[in-house]
């Protein structure tokens, strides 16, 4: 019994993230057309129609743009806290009563064999939430699209297994960037994105031990790099002595599924 997972896109133009275990296939967010949404499925080589659920993490379009088309499509019941539902409901179309369901931010909920938790960050939506999973003992956390990482979200996320994590731009790249002032402001405040060194400092407190893997997620493609993004949160994780492989998402191309080791100690 372990969790499967892939990060099916993510970044400014789509996010969907996808994790299993034995009893359960669970579709975080679906912020990609309904046709692109059934390629990336098709290129993990997962069947839709065999998804148990969708949680919404929040109302932004790169996070939702397929979401009613999908649900329609596959049947699928819908999770999302009241205000995320209030500030979506009127652009997902028409969707059954037994499609839409409330999960809380900051509780619990079991979905078969996973038990979900959601809690509240910092950002520009009605109630942005994001999720840890947890099944037999593993745990992986979903963070992306936070202004900062609180020490709340930090106790809340430590000690996993598996982190997705955001480094969405670097400062420099920004400041010196095309963006207009009052976008920039927004991405650097406190309610918009994690940079790439404030994700390494994150990081480095929250990791452990047990902690194998780790994506960094949500990546500017005007302001980021893959290799820089990997080598200012490997620096920052170096200068406290900490060394683990990162590894890339991409707003096209899904990562493949991974498999959560049982193997509990990081060499
Ligand atoms: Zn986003
Ligand atoms: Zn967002």
Do not use: C
């Not at 990336?40 to 148990?52: A, M, R």
């Not at 942005?128 to 609180?150: C, E, I």
């Not at 095309?178 to 927004?186: I, L």
Request: glycine content about 8%; aromatic content about 8%; charged content about 25%.
């Amino acid at each position: 019994m372990t969790l499967r997972f892939s990060v099916l896109a993510s970044g400014s133009t789509g996010n969907a993230f996808y994790i299993e275990s034995e009893q359960q296939r669970l579709l975080v967010d679906a912020g990609l057309s309904g046709k692109k949404m059934d390629g990336l499925f098709g290129k993990i080589d997962v069947d839709p129609s065999q998804l148990d659920g969708i949680l919404v993490t929040h109302e932004h379009s790169d996070h939702i743009k397929g979401l009613g088309i999908f649900a329609r499509k596959y049947n699928l019941p819908i999770y999302a806290n009241e205000k995320t539902w209030q500030a979506m409901d009127h652009s997902l179309g028409k969707l059954t009563i037994d499609q839409k369901f409330q999960f809380d931010m900051a509780s619990v909920r079991s979905f078969g064999d996973i038990e979900v938790e959601s809690f509240g960050v910092s950002h520009d939506a009605a109630e942005p939430m994001f999720y840890t999973f947890r099944n037999n003992g593993q745990k992986v956390a979903l963070v992306t699209d936070l202004g900062y990482v609180s020490e709340r979200i930090k106790k809340t996320v430590e000690d996993a297994d598996a982190y997705i994590f955001e480094a969405n731009h670097d400062v420099e790249m920004l400041r010196m960037g095309r963006y207009p002032w009052n976008v920039k402001r927004r991405i650097l405040g406190d309610s918009g994105h994690v940079s790439n060194e404030d994700s390494g400092l994150a990081l480095a407190d929250v990791i452990s031990n047990r902690t194998k893997r780790i994506y960094l997620a949500h990546l500017s493609l005007d302001n980021n790099m893959k290799d820089l993004a990997r080598m200012s949160v490997n620096q920052i994780l170096a200068e406290r002595g900490i060394e683990i492989e990162l590894h890339d998402t991409d707003p096209e191309t899904p990562t493949p599924l991974y498999e959560v080791s049982t193997v509990t100690e990081r060499v």
